[in-house]
């Protein structure tokens, strides 16, 4: 495995390499099918971006999200945000994924492990692992075998969640599967903005009370529920990339005030957006014992 004009690697040890993915809108891979030749891995999407498996319905792929892929796996994304790809990658050596999915899947092949190419992601486990990536591209020598312990924690809940996600099948003429995925887009587009359940509906041509029912349906979250998330996730990016007074940062993602938005924070993630701040920036300030509060390896299921 090596660095290329889109990814960078930031830990390889024991089967597990962990990558920042960057695919600008204008680079070629846009305009034909990609293939996985790394590895099995975990993708975390920061933007949203339309991924689809070869033979398969595409899919919506968003902060809210993993997208799980074989090694081979040959796909094509469409782009949805002027950032085109951008995400975390997690590549994993297949005695760790067949170990993951033994509860799930025990016939699972170590050729072709993954059965399901996308699956929820916790945000507990969202933070854990946007935590332990700042860590690695930080610090050029971390613990090994602490880094593997965490990515195999992580990996265990992906799949855990993934697997765990109702499966409906997709069906190309299915309406109302279309809609939900169109407000998917829509929310991934706009969750900063205050749009009511009428106007979302009627952007999908659909009735309040039908879309809230297929949208729980389909992602096992209300409509709220997914586009408070967005924002949270947003938000967690924005402590992670940028130094901005927590006042700011809420209003600009459509919160009310500070203390909204710490409150919901604190009840997406488990920890306060100042807690998490420090986590990102450990040499800031003085040495106070915050970073260690966030415990990435600990952090509640």
């Known amino acids: 495995m090596a660095n290329t004009d889109v990814q960078r690697i930031l830990f390889q040890h024991q089967g597990l390499s962990i990558c920042r993915f960057r695919c600008p809108t204008g680079h070629r891979r846009w305009q034909r099918e990609n293939q996985i030749v790394d590895g099995h891995n975990v993708a975390f999407p920061e933007v949203p971006v339309e991924i689809r498996h070869r033979g398969l319905a595409a899919t919506l792929a968003d902060p809210n999200v993993a997208v799980l892929y074989n090694d081979g796996d040959v796909y094509q994304r469409r782009s949805l945000h002027p950032a085109g790809d951008v995400s975390n990658v997690f590549l994993f050596g297949a005695e760790y994924l067949l170990a993951a999915l033994a509860r799930f899947d025990p016939a699972a092949e ?12 916790h945000a507990r486990t969202f933070l854990k692992q946007r935590l332990l990536v700042a860590r690695c591209a930080r610090d050029p020598e971390p613990d090994e075998d602490s880094v593997l312990e965490t990515a ?31 407000v998917q887009e829509l929310l991934s587009g706009r969750h900063e ?92 300030g003085s040495n106070s014992g915050a970073h260690r509060r966030v415990n990435l390896r600990h952090l509640p299921s």
């Open 152 to 182: 195999l924690e992580i990996l265990e809940e992906v799949v855990t969640t993934a697997y765990a996600a109702p499966r409906i099948p997709a069906r190309r003429s299915d309406r109302s599967r279309a809609q939900v995925e169109a």
């Open 193 to 284: 903005d205050s749009l009511s359940l009428a106007e979302v509906a009627a952007e999908v041509d659909a009735s309040v009370f039908h879309l809230c029912r297929t949208f729980k349906r389909y992602t096992g979250q209300t409509i709220h529920g997914y586009r408070r998330s967005l924002r949270l996730r947003e938000g967690l990016f924005r402590l992670e990339k940028t130094e901005t007074h927590l006042a700011d940062l809420a209003l600009d993602l459509g919160f009310s005030h500070q203390s909204h938005f710490t409150e919901a924070f604190r009840r997406e993630f488990g920890t306060t957006p100042g807690r998490v701040d420090r986590a990102f920036r450990p040499r800031r």
């Open 110 to 121: 170590p050729e072709q492990p993954l059965s399901h190419r996308v699956g929820p992601v």
